[in-house]
């Protein structure tokens, strides 16, 4: 089931006129769902579901912990595809929520900051 909404989300990113590098990109140490380029931005961003808000939105899913890790695989990314770190880099989160024909979907852009 996460493939189909990181497919969703993959539509919505190119909808908006971003261009999708890589999807899944594994290292040891995690991996990210999505990687994008959208207004002069490499994009890391992490898709997140959720059937409805009893717990929170999906983007309260990417916590402190996850958001580490995700800037950790972010700097492999930039190295292992020789792009300098000096390029502008944003973290951004889809969320969605609902069933999986009336999903709604969050694109937030810079959710967070990059932590080591």
Partial sequence: MGSWYE???CMYLRSQNARILKRNFRVRS???DIVAFDEGYY???EVKYRKDNKYGGPEAAVGLSKQ???CNVSKFY???NHISEDVPVRYDCIAISGEQGMAEIKWYKNA???RL
């Fill in 112 to 114: 967070f900051q990059y």
């Fill in 68 to 70: 580490k890790q995700i």
């Fill in 78 to 80: 930039l190295l292992l």
């Fill in 43 to 45: 994009c890391f961003i």
């Fill in 30 to 32: 995690g991996e990210i």
């Fill in 7 to 9: 497919e969703l989300a």
